[in-house]
């Protein structure tokens, strides 16, 4: 149970993050034979370290280093492949691995308690330093998501990982899909998920280990890898290259927006402030500190929809094409895009129809066709927090929550909308697809419309979700305001359901809801993904100034109009109990647990 007192809920932070992990990994490692692969019971890990030395700075503004020591965790004969599920909110998490052999795969429960969440497995990585004189002078463990910043290790492994990029953090996440693909490594750094180390400047040596619990489960060796460590100390003030420099470790570890990683060349910018830090190319100005976790499917630039702690480190999909453009590549996919397309998956293999939106209104008679269609369910809020008006409407207390409307498939949610010339909203419509992802029927649905409040600036679709107070006999006591929502992939919430994307496309605001003077607008919920709004947004609010104190619920109703076409109308709605008190200026929020998540 949480108890928040009231504050001011500060702007969104729209800072991206630019983590990249290289690899160099060139020696050690052999393709298995065909006898081996065959004769394999199961993925074959390793602990490796890709260097025998790194550097790293301490700023003198900010002391303390994070410990990416450049160690990997490397998979051969078969991918390591988990699955973190859980029946509801009243039943723990379990894991289970997918073990391939034979060409068949086949699934082992692990040991209850091996996790809790979805965020990883927990203090996998053991890591001690000791100093010039051998004394000890660290020791922690910290957690490992497989899906973590990756990279191959050998010329003739798969191009592409099917695996998702990072972990969720989501506290009503369902299920959850990690991987090492064959001959492919990644990074243990726990990234922005663990907390620096305020080191002197000198030289260290690292010992990082794999804990016994985990060696024993996967048949990991116990050998440790060693990496010397030298911390040198620098200031921002030290010139250009140590500005660019001290850009990139930030914003490592900086807040994004929620789930994205999968850019487009709206996304340039953060692009460019990517490359001119590696480079040195000019001072750029630190970013701003991490903001309060509230996700993190995947890295990502500002997605608008709010401040969300950084994933762990990863490629992301803004900077793959990137590369493969200067390279010259044509087609997406050399870059690592996706997999193959395929029907009925949870295997990572399913991406989305065309997501680039028509530039003419759908023509023929609109129909609503006997195909698989979106399933929108709501996830509790969270986030939940007292605010006051602060100078903009003084004497006014709101409570505050973040909000997730999600898709259990099988079938994606697709949105276009078209405006006429000169006029202010656009006319939307539903598409549906059939088994090959062939546009079969289209029925119109509602309106889209311009929001130029900070935080927003983009294209509404009217009517997705809606948010009411309800009183403890579940009466209606106050709605709010906001019912206009622009469509992203902003979180991982299933990607065990049937025709789960683990790569969706529109995972930022930049690739999915338009500029203003847009005449057409696609957006896109795919199967797995939910998109979050958070509290400190216009809108995500009651207004609670003459609301006595009490039991309430917060309903998070998806779809209130019934306008979009769905599986199932029944499953939309979803509350989450809080607890009123205070005085007027000074109200209190009381949060119980919602069922086993604890979490306001």
């Known amino acids: 149970m949480t108890t928040t007192r009231t504050h001011r809920l500060g702007r969104p932070l729209l800072a991206g993050t630019t983590a990249v992990a290289a690899m160099a990994v060139t020696a050690g490692f052999m393709a298995a034979s065909p006898e081996q692969a065959k004769a394999a019971t199961g993925p074959r890990l390793s602990l490796v370290a890709a260097t025998g030395s790194v550097t790293l700075t301490s700023w003198k503004e900010d002391p303390g280093v994070y410990l990416d020591l450049g160690t990997y965790l490397t998979a051969e004969g078969t991918p390591l492949e988990l699955r973190a599920t859980r029946k509801s909110y009243k ?4 894991l289970t691995q997918t073990v391939y052999e034979g060409g068949k795969a086949t699934s082992k429960v692990l040991p209850k308690g091996t996790v809790k969440d979805f965020s990883g497995l927990p203090g996998f990585a053991e890591i001690t330093l000791t100093d010039k004189a051998g004394k000890k002078v660290l020791s922690r463990a910290e957690s490992f998501c497989p899906n973590n910043a990756s990279g191959r290790i050998r010329p003739d492994a798969p191009a592409t990982s099917k695996y998702p990029e990072s972990c969720p953090t989501n506290p009503f996440t369902l299920g959850s899909v990690w991987g090492v693909e064959k001959g492919w490594a990644s990074n243990t750094y726990a990234g922005s998920y663990t ?12 010992r990082v280990g794999v804990a016994k619990k985990y060696r024993d489960l996967f048949g990991i060796a116990d050998k440790p890898a060693t990496v010397k ?3 040198q100390e620098r200031s921002w003030e030290e010139g250009n290259g140590a500005g660019a420099a001290r850009s990139a470790a930030a914003d490592e570890h900086a807040g994004h927006g929620a789930a994205g990683g999968h850019g487009t060349a709206h996304q340039a910018p953060a692009e460019h402030a990517a490359h001119a830090a590696h480079a040195g190319h000019g001072p750029v100005k630190p970013a701003q500190a991490g903001a309060p976790e509230t996700s993190g499917a995947t890295p990502s630039y500002n997605a608008g929809h709010g401040p969300l702690k950084a994933a762990p480190p990863a490629l992301p999909w803004a900077l793959k094409k990137r590369q493969a453009e200067l390279a010259g590549a044509q087609d997406a996919d050399a870059a690592g895009a996706r997999t193959g397309d395929a029907t009925g998956q949870t295997d990572g293999s399913r991406k989305a129809p065309a997501l680039v939106p028509a530039a003419k209104r759908p023509t023929g008679k609109a129909s609503v066709p006997d195909v698989p269609k979106p399933d929108l369910r709501s996830l509790p809020a969270y986030g939940i927090t007292i605010s006051d008006g602060a100078e903009n409407v003084p004497g006014k207390d709101y409570l505050a929550f973040s909000a997730n409307v999600w898709n259990a498939g099988p079938a994606q949610l697709v949105v276009d909308g078209f405006r006429s010339p000169g006029k202010a909203k656009m006319d939307a419509y539903q598409y549906f697809y059939d088994a090959k992802g062939k546009q079969v029927g289209y029925t119109p649905t509602g309106t889209m419309e311009w929001d130029p409040r900070p935080g927003h600036v983009h294209w ?3 009517d997705f979700a809606s948010y009411r107070l309800l009183k403890a006999d579940k009466k209606e006591a106050v709605r709010s305001g906001k019912e ?3 469509l992203a992939n902003t979180d991982a919430v299933d990607y065990t359901v049937k025709n789960a994307n683990w790569h969706p496309y529109n995972t930022d605001l930049a690739t999915a809801c338009g500029q203003e003077n847009s005449i057409s607008v696609r957006e896109v919920l795919d199967v797995g993904s939910g998109d ?3 509290q400190d947004l216009p809108g995500q609010s009651f207004d609670i100034t003459d609301v006595p104190n009490g039991t309430y619920y917060i309903q998070v109703l998806a779809n209130p109009a019934k306008r979009l076409k769905e599986t199932n109308l029944d499953n939309n709605s979803a509350l989450r109990k809080v607890v009123l008190g205070g005085k ?5 929020v009381t949060v ?3 069922d086993l998540v604890n979490a306001n």
Request: positive net charge; glycine residues 6%.
């Open 592 to 594: 119980p647990a919602h």
């Open 584 to 588: 007027p200026g000074k109200r209190t």
């Open 229 to 231: 460590v030298t911390v």
């Open 484 to 486: 206009a929502f622009c």
């Open 195 to 206: 907390q620096p180390v305020k080191l002197a400047a000198g030289t260290y040596t690292a």
């Open 532 to 534: 979050t709004y958070t």
């Open 91 to 94: 039943d723990p998490v379990v």
């Open 460 to 462: 509404h679709f009217t």
